[in-house]
């Protein structure tokens, strides 16, 4: 079983681990150039009091989202209505559709204990711009291949758990439409039509193998279930990677928009989880109060001007370009590099890895010899850096990624302080949480400055959430269908 990663219990507002950092870090080197820098870039640093304004414009949205009126923050519903209790038993097959590789898993759960196999398959260009009725065939054809591989062809309805990382609009655990094609895929006849009904036809079309389709999920969802499989009491998936989103377990009587639902069994479920789709946060004008400059350009020159504001001050894909463009201004104000700004202008020069390597240089390096930084700005074609410069350059990667990371940390605060329980824990995934060397901390740190009341929590490293979390909601899925037809057994038998 795969070894989980936990990031210690916040009590009352004191973090338990010592190692946690100062939040902005001191002026490394005493020079003029460093006091105009710190002035020039102070809007990068957020203050408590517009963490606590961002919450509360958040949560607004949210309530939007949830009354069914237009908000920038979706609040889609999953249709996902429970957590893995441990009693889950069974064979389960997971299908997880993202971008340009895709994968087929079988995973065998027992109480705790689960056996997971799994197979990554291309899915070609051709396929990818041709029909969808294509697509889907080749999708049913891999998922043929993988199940013989694995002695499951004789398997009767095998349940399967659909993580289509695609912008979908659901109404029931198993009905989806695509809204749009994203990650370069235009295949014909999907826009609009119901992904699963898709799918089900590919595998009936091919008569060999026999699945049963129990639920369809983000890989936000498949974060917060692969986490509430280790601890019941994950009530909240984030992803901090190339993108952010986040979902967690809402009362269904605080969405208005679905008064009144009953599932296909005819029961009311207290509780849903939702799909806050929270990039979008800020598209309305909420954030305006602190988006700089910087972030104005960063966002002229995207894919999606306008779109998914609180997403490009947070993500792994703006996270670089940010720092880019706040380095480029400042060495056409002659505070770096000697003036000469050529080198650090091309779009995209900068990517967020080389922050997290500047980070690094600047958590590891006790003698600030910056060679990490040196070795990227000479890399990238910077002339005559100096070591003021190096340490500059670290001070404003360091400022972009605690604004990240605090960003991040009113979101989190404000759903834990909205679902107002004792004990939460919080499901984590993504390559800037796994791989940036402070953020974890410095998002722990925070959060629990933001919190209120006596609540703790904990942050957990989700394992494969679009892959073994697909497979524990077709799991629940089975789980509670089951339980609901003995409960109406019995209740048509009094």
């Not at 340009?100 to 995973?107: D, E, M, S, Y």
């Not at 499989?229 to 377990?249: D, K, L, R």
Request: with cysteine; charged share 25%; aromatic share 6%.
């Amino acid at each position: 079983m795969s070894s989980i990663v936990c990031h210690p219990i916040i009590k009352n507002g004191i973090a338990t681990d010592a190692r946690i950092k100062k939040q902005r870090p001191p002026p490394l080197v005493v020079a003029r150039p460093r006091d105009l820098i710190q002035e020039a870039c102070e809007r990068l640093v957020l203050s408590d009091q517009q963490l606590r304004r961002i919450m509360v414009l958040m949560e607004k949205s949210m309530e939007q989202g949830l009354s069914g009126k237009k908000a920038a923050v979706k609040m889609l519903p999953t249709y996902v209505d429970a957590v893995p209790n441990g009693t889950e038993k069974g064979d389960f097959l997971a299908l997880d559709l993202g971008g340009t590789n895709f994968r087929v898993l079988h995973i065998k759960l027992e109480g705790k204990e689960t056996k997971m196999t799994g197979k990554i398959f291309r899915v070609p260009e051709s396929i990818m711009r041709g029909t969808g009725e294509a697509l889907f065939d080749h999708i049913a054809d891999c998922m043929a291949k993988f199940m013989e591989e694995n002695n499951l062809k004789d398997a009767t309805k095998l349940p399967l758990g659909f993580t289509f990382s695609f912008p979908c609009e659901q109404d029931g655990l198993t009905r989806g439409k695509l809204v749009t094609w994203t990650k370069g895929f235009k295949a014909s006849g999907v826009e609009g039509s119901d992904v699963v009904t898709l799918l089900r036809d590919a595998c009936h079309r091919r008569k060999d193998i026999d699945i049963d389709v129990v639920a369809l999920l983000n890989d936000t969802v498949g974060t917060l279930m692969a986490c509430a499989f280790q601890e019941n009491t994950c009530q909240i998936g984030v992803i901090v990677g190339t993108g952010t989103n986040a979902c967690y377990m809402e009362r269904l009587d605080r969405i208005p928009k679905l008064a009144g639902y009953v599932d296909e069994h005819n029961v009311t479920p207290e509780e849903m989880i939702i799909n806050t789709e929270w990039g979008a946060f800020g598209d309305d004008g909420a954030l305006s109060f602190l988006r700089t400059k910087w972030d104005d350009a960063v966002d002229r020159e995207s894919i999606n001007p306008g779109q998914h504001l609180y997403e490009k001050m947070i993500s792994g894909m703006y996270m670089g370009e940010c720092a880019r463009v706040v380095l480029e201004d400042l060495a056409k104000q002659g505070l770096l590099f000697g003036g000469h700004s050529d080198a650090i202008s091309t779009p995209h020069c900068f990517p967020t890895k080389f922050v997290s390597e500047i980070d690094s240089d600047l958590l590891e390096d006790d003698d600030r010899t910056f060679q990490k930084t040196y070795q990227i700005l000479e890399d990238i074609g910077v002339e005559m850096i100096t070591a003021n410069d190096c340490a500059n350059v670290a001070y404003v990667c360091s400022l972009i990624s605690t604004r990240a990371a605090h960003l991040t940390a009113a979101g989190i605060a404000m759903l834990l302080n909205r679902i107002n329980k004792k004990h939460v824990t919080v499901g984590v995934d993504g390559s800037v949480y796994r791989f940036h060397p402070t953020y974890p901390t410095l998002l722990d740190a925070k959060i629990a400055e933001l919190i209120v009341g006596d609540i703790e929590y904990k942050l957990m490293l989700s394992e494969d959430g679009s892959g073994r979390g697909a497979a524990l909601v077709a799991a629940v899925a089975t789980r509670l269908k089951e339980e609901k037809l003995a409960a109406a057994a019995t209740a048509s038998e009094r």
